[in-house]
């Protein structure tokens, strides 16, 4: 490989063409300001690094005719500045299709990338939750700048969100809000009652006086009408909800002080949203002057992480229409959680929602990292494998899965090559799915396998690229080409 140097010399000079690749430069991530050039290069340990000539803002180390900068927080924070493509938008709101991908590893977004530039959806790419963050040993900010790097780096300019996921504290929202999240998604479900089987107290005479003997007429012309006991319960169920949503509104979205979107996420109960309630919240927060982008309703059947939908499809798609209809009435979009990998529904999301709608998906990039794991280590995977048999019963305690440890065959019986067929059986992606904060903070698994994917990261690019398209078909989100 020839320097760095060489290359920013063949730069100014103007001398024919330059192939970048020769050179470990990131072939779309050269930019010509006026008064610089910056781009970005890979160096021998994988790791990245940006490169700048001429009169530069970026802070680094001389080199032999450019600056050599690390990818720090000060740095990102120029880039935000001076390439605004780099940073975060909101654009639940403004786009018609967003497409939340997490990244638990800060490794997936290029292969992302490679598929949002094709298709008609705005990717929502830093997409966390609290409780992601703490099994990672990330932050919002460091989540947030690899993100605007490897926008920078893979040349995307078409605009991304950026997600608070989940959060259900005051304090969370705004220190993700500080940080630069370009979309709130609040997680009532603290809020949310539980109704045991005691006398359910009657709601408000203000509530009784605006629903009761009235006729709520929605957009597909569905009249949805509230018999007394219907409204008590759903009164008691979400009145709460709705105060704790207006104070967040209050708090942090209604002087504008931040340039975000809120999603109001009902979806993690324990029984559906029926429709109901879910005009019932709607219209509640739209009473209480609340803006909102989104609301995630819990849908009937299993949206289980990791794997396909569980459950009857018409009595789904009789629903979603109901729903869609409700967000119609109100003006804005479903957002379907936990979406990854729910190939059996997402033909029906895509004609009902008519393509206006927010999917979060995430955790299967994670498989597919672990996939490639079992596909070029077998020996390190049988380790890892074992490792989470052990852990599995304390990840639980975390995430809603159905998946049996014992079902999964004992993988020394495996030979090498059947290995990968674990990513493709339901008990053994849960396994694999919900131990990751206990396999990457390993002491031994979490170094092997970071140097396992920074070695193969351009096959992994692949398999999360064939994942992310095969999503976008099934949704039948149209393809473009905006490059
Ligand atoms: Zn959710």
Redesign the pocket.
Known sequence: MKTISEYVRRLEEHKGPVNPEYYGVYERSVYKKEKYTVFMTRLQDGSDRLCAFGAHPFNGIERDGYTECELTHENATILKREFLFCAPKPVLSTCKCTFGVGDRLGRATPGHLRVFEKYDATPVLAQQSMRELTLTGRTYQSVMDDVAFFVFREGYEGGYGADGD?LKNIDDIGNALEDGCTMITLDLSEHIHKLGTDHVPAADQNVKDRYLGKEFTLADGTVLTFSEEELDTIAAIYSEAMDFTQRVYETYFAAGKYSADLEV?I??TDVSTTPLQHFFVANELTERGVKFATI?PRFSGEFQKGIDYIGDLDVFTAELKVHQAIAETFGYKLSV??GSDKFSVFPVIGEITKGHFHIKTSGTNWLEAMRLVAMEDPKLYRNIHKYALTVFAQAKAYYHVSGNPAAVPDVDTLRDDQLPMLFDMTDSRQLIHITYGFILNHPIFGPALKALWTKEHQWYEALLKELLMKHMECLKIPFVSYM
């Open positions: 989940h996420s979806d993690e995630a959680h936990s």
